[in-house]
């Protein structure tokens, strides 16, 4: 079964700054997907950016950037010019519709904090 | 643009009772998901359905059961309610699987 790891449960940035939060993962397939998922206070669940595995060239969504190592199995995003409204809580999830479906399997989140 | 629509917001049950949640995904999305989330906790897939048929299945509980209607709504029917039960529901739609999903704002349970 695979696993996905977020080794940060909280982490605080200033406004403006950039901030990198970690995640690892555990497959033995070659052909998936990976996404960060930002939830705030709401509880709502809401897509931030994804990756597919078969594509080298790292993700991008205007202040959110990935940096995708597929053999170290690391997926890191970067917020940078880190606004107050990026205040929630960031999983990690991963899917693999070859053996699991297109389930998504999360890790267990960081709590990021964003300070004026 | 339209978005994944949950009812109730909001559900308290006596332990022992029934719920019922529903689901309305994005029209033309093929597929919807229940996850549950846990106070503190990252969300667990449930199970899943595909064009109205089961297609997937988690750590979905015996006494939990669900399905997808002709009109693509789904419910997720929650027996012999326990405390441990308590959570937020998330529903969730997808067209093309790899784009990722949307998901609905979910329904918040509380059984006392």
């Known amino acids: 079964a695979q696993t996905v790891t977020q080794s940060q449960p909280e982490m605080s940035v200033q406004e403006a700054e950039t901030v990198t939060l970690s995640c690892t993962y555990d497959?033995?397939?070659?052909?998936?997907?990976l996404f960060w998922y930002k939830q705030p206070p709401s509880r709502q669940m809401i897509l931030v950016i994804r990756q597919e595995a078969y594509k080298q060239q790292n993700a991008t969504e205007n202040r959110f950037s990935v940096n995708f190592q597929k053999a170290a199995k690391s997926f890191s995003l970067k917020i940078s010019d880190s606004q107050l409204g990026d205040t929630a809580m960031y999983f990690c999830?991963?899917?693999?519709?070859?053996?699991?479906?297109?389930?998504?399997?999360f890790g267990e989140g960081t709590q990021l904090t964003v300070n004026p | 643009a339209a978005g994944v629509i949950q009812s109730p917001r909001h559900l308290i049950k006596e332990k022992r009772e029934t719920a019922t949640l529903k689901c309305y995904p994005i029209?033309?999305?093929?597929?919807v998901y229940w996850y549950q989330q846990g106070p503190g906790q990252d969300p667990q897939f449930l199970i899943s359905?595909?064009?109205?048929?089961?297609?997937d299945k988690g750590s979905i509980p015996d006494r939990f059961s669900a399905q997808q209607f002709s009109d693509y709504h789904s419910e997720l029917n929650m027996s012999s309610l326990e405390l441990g039960d308590s959570a937020l529901y998330f529903c969730?739609?997808?067209?093309?699987?790899?784009?990722?999903?949307?998901f609905g704002s979910g329904t918040r349970l509380t059984v006392v």
């Open positions: 999830a991963f899917m693999d519709q070859e053996t699991s479906g297109s389930r998504l399997t």
């Open positions: 969730a739609s997808s067209r093309n699987q790899g784009y990722g999903y949307t």
């Open positions: 029209p033309r999305h093929d597929t």
């Open positions: 497959t033995s397939e070659n052909n998936y997907y």
């Open positions: 359905f595909y064009e109205k048929m089961q297609s």
